[in-house]
């Protein structure tokens, strides 16, 4: 028998469904998605770019892939500058405090001592940046020190790969490869003129990563740029017995600085720049100003007698002179209004060959005032006195010119015997080259390059032909320069001694100097020697300079495989 359901009672059925209810509801739920759409679609549509960078500063990293730097070489190959693979050491203090790190304090203690940092220094350091996410502890570590704090497995503190200029010449060419930073750009010499040419330029790929640090999506990358490599001109082997040579004269005779610099005179090429005191780039503590500088550059000074050559050679080519004018020196006193030049020997009628062997001051005066000033003057700046030698280095002095409208008789003797102007020693240098070269003035240069031939002549052949001549008087018995000579070789050589400018005046100080050409019968380099404030009994060119001179040109000339001459001439 079916069972029958009863009825539900009047107030049972309202309750059951109330239509004013439901809509109120309705609307509710209506407007609850409205705004969440709504909201959505201004998330999404209308301001999507705040939500995008905060997803992409937890997800998104960018990777810098650094560029190795260019490799310097000598003229024959061999390294001078390499770069070689270090560490750096960092610190998330942020991740090391929120995972409670510092209280593993042998493992931190054993950091500091590896990185030579003071062990509490290390712990404030991290304490006073504790909510930074990156800071160095170390910069240019070596590898098997990196492979040691890798082992530590301190949480918060990283490796990141670099690389560390390494110079194999060390202090012998110190001053003209240069240095570089912390940061790998250069700071002194080659390395900072030709910094972006060596650099090259850093890749960069952008990578996202998920919570767990796995790559997920790479976004971009940009290729890096290797940097290119650089061949100078210099010849490390002659190089190195030039810095063994001034180095030692600067010890024995207690000087100031000494320098020496080498030009071949055909191409123009540097083959050796050095200076002592020099220092080691490989040691950041021994970066210090006044051994950084690059003397043959940067020090001006007059020249003395190392330029009567070319008042020599101004006269011949002003036709106030020629091989066979005798001048009347006197006895070693010539007056000039209230002011006397003085010779140091007196050599009566001498001839131009004589009035060089013998460094008179009276000769090459007497010479100077028969000449317009323009002519002597325009004699020194066409041989590149007075000139930057364009070599890009920084540091650079032109040294001093005067340029006046009014000149004294006696301020145009001193000019003859090298007082009055001041110039470096590589501008000295290149006037040698000039001069070895027969007259034809050759540009200088530190890099190899095929650029254009911008020689030209300057001075007549046969004229600078001739001096050469005189000036190997000067290195032989009863010359100045004697002990500036190479047995089996013809020297042309002239020296210099000057003293220095002081206040007022000159000092109790003195710039010895040596310059000359080798071999006179085919010349092919010329030399510059400075020994700055000699001390002792000896501070003449001839006896300070002269033996250095000698000792770095016998040296060269082997390298060069220069064979020696079968005679040397005598023209006494």
């Given amino acids: 028998m079916k069972k029958v359901q009863p009825a539900l009672s009047p107030t049972e059925q309202k309750s059951v469904f109330i239509r004013w209810r439901f809509y109120v509801l309705l609307v509710f739920v209506f407007v609850a998605f409205a705004i969440l759409v709504g909201r959505a679609a201004y998330i999404q549509i209308l301001e999507p770019d705040n939500l995008i960078y905060q997803g992409d500063l937890r997800s998104i990293r960018a990777k810098t892939i650094p560029s190795a730097r260019g490799i310097i070489s000598d003229r024959n190959g061999d390294p001078l500058a390499v770069s070689v693979p270090v560490e750096a050491v960092w610190a998330d203090p942020a991740t090391i405090f929120k995972y409670d790190e510092l209280k593993e304090t042998d493992r931190w203690y054993a950091l500091a001592d590896v990185l030579g940092l003071n062990r509490q220094a290390l712990i404030n350091k991290i304490k006073a940046n504790k909510s930074r996410r990156f800071i160095y502890l170390q910069r240019q570590v070596n590898p098997p020190m990196a492979k040691y704090i890798h082992e530590l497995k301190l949480k918060g503190v990283g490796l990141k790969s670099e690389s560390r200029r390494y110079y194999p010449a060390g202090e012998v060419s110190a001053h003209l490869v240069g240095v570089t930073g912390i940061d790998g750009h250069g700071l002194e010499g080659v390395e900072r003129s030709y910094d972006s040419w060596l650099s090259g330029e850093s890749g960069k790929q952008v990578i996202r990563k998920d919570r767990y640090g796995r790559v997920v999506e790479n976004i971009a990358l940009e290729e890096?740029?290797?940097?290119?490599?650089?061949?100078?001109?210099?010849?490390?082997?002659?190089?190195?017995?030039?810095?063994?040579?001034?180095?030692?004269?600067?010890?024995?005779?207690?000087?100031?600085?000494?320098?020496?610099?080498?030009?071949?005179?055909?191409?123009?090429?540097?083959?050796?720049?050095?200076?002592?005191?020099?220092?080691?780039?490989?040691?950041?503590?021994?970066?210090?100003?006044?051994?950084?500088?690059?003397?043959?550059?940067?020090?001006?000074?007059?020249?003395?007698?190392?330029?009567?050559?070319?008042?020599?050679?101004?006269?011949?080519?002003?036709?106030?002179?020629?091989?066979?004018?005798?001048?009347?020196?006197?006895?070693?006193?010539?007056?000039?209004?209230?002011?006397?030049?003085?010779?140091?020997?007196?050599?009566?009628?001498?001839?131009?060959?004589?009035?060089?062997?013998?460094?008179?001051?009276?000769?090459?005066?007497?010479?100077?005032?028969?000449?317009?000033?323009?002519?002597?003057?325009?004699?020194?700046?066409?041989?590149?006195?007075?000139?930057?030698?364009?070599?890009?280095?920084?540091?650079?002095?032109?040294?001093?010119?005067?340029?006046?409208?009014?000149?004294?008789?006696?301020?145009?003797?001193?000019?003859?015997?090298?007082?009055?102007?001041?110039?470096?020693?590589?501008?000295?240098?290149?006037?040698?080259?000039?001069?070895?070269?027969?007259?034809?003035?050759?540009?200088?240069?530190?890099?190899?390059?095929?650029?254009?031939?911008?020689?030209?002549q300057v001075v007549d052949a046969e004229y600078a032909k001739l001096v050469l001549e005189y000036l190997e008087t000067v290195t032989q018995p009863g010359g100045t320069a004697t002990r500036a000579a190479v047995p089996g070789y013809r020297i042309a050589a002239k020296t210099g001694t000057s003293r220095k400018a002081a206040k007022g005046g000159y000092s109790d100080e003195y710039v010895t100097i040596t310059a000359g050409v080798a071999p006179v019968s085919d010349p092919k380099i010329s030399m510059v020697v400075v020994v700055n404030e000699p001390q002792g009994d000896e501070y003449s060119g001839g006896s300070v300079a002269g033996p250095v001179f000698s000792e770095i040109m016998k040296g060269a000339l082997q390298i060069m495989n220069v064979p020696p001459d079968a005679q040397q001439l005598h023209t006494d």
């Fill in 224 to 456: 890096k740029h290797e940097g290119q490599s650089l061949k100078l001109t210099i010849d490390q082997r002659i190089q190195a017995i030039a810095y063994r040579a001034v180095k030692q004269a600067k010890a024995d005779h207690r000087a100031t600085s000494a320098s020496a610099v080498i030009i071949d005179v055909k191409t123009g090429a540097i083959l050796a720049m050095v200076n002592a005191p020099s220092y080691n780039p490989n040691n950041r503590a021994d970066l210090q100003t006044f051994k950084m500088r690059n003397r043959v550059l940067t020090d001006s000074m007059e020249p003395g007698s190392t330029v009567k050559p070319f008042v020599v050679l101004a006269a011949l080519e002003n036709g106030v002179a020629d091989k066979d004018t005798v001048i009347d020196t006197g006895n070693g006193i010539f007056q000039i209004g209230g002011s006397r030049v003085r010779d140091v020997s007196r050599i009566g009628k001498a001839s131009l060959q004589k009035i060089l062997q013998k460094s008179s001051n009276i000769g090459v005066a007497k010479l100077a005032l028969r000449m317009p000033i323009q002519a002597l003057l325009g004699m020194y700046t066409s041989v590149g006195l007075g000139e930057v030698s364009g070599l890009n280095i920084v540091g650079e002095t032109p040294g001093i010119f005067p340029n006046r409208r009014r000149w004294s008789r006696f301020e145009i003797a001193t000019l003859a015997f090298g007082y009055g102007i001041a110039v470096t020693p590589i501008q000295l240098a290149h006037a040698y080259a000039t001069l070895g070269n027969y007259g034809r003035y050759q540009p200088i240069h530190i890099i190899d390059n095929n650029q254009q031939d911008l020689s030209h």
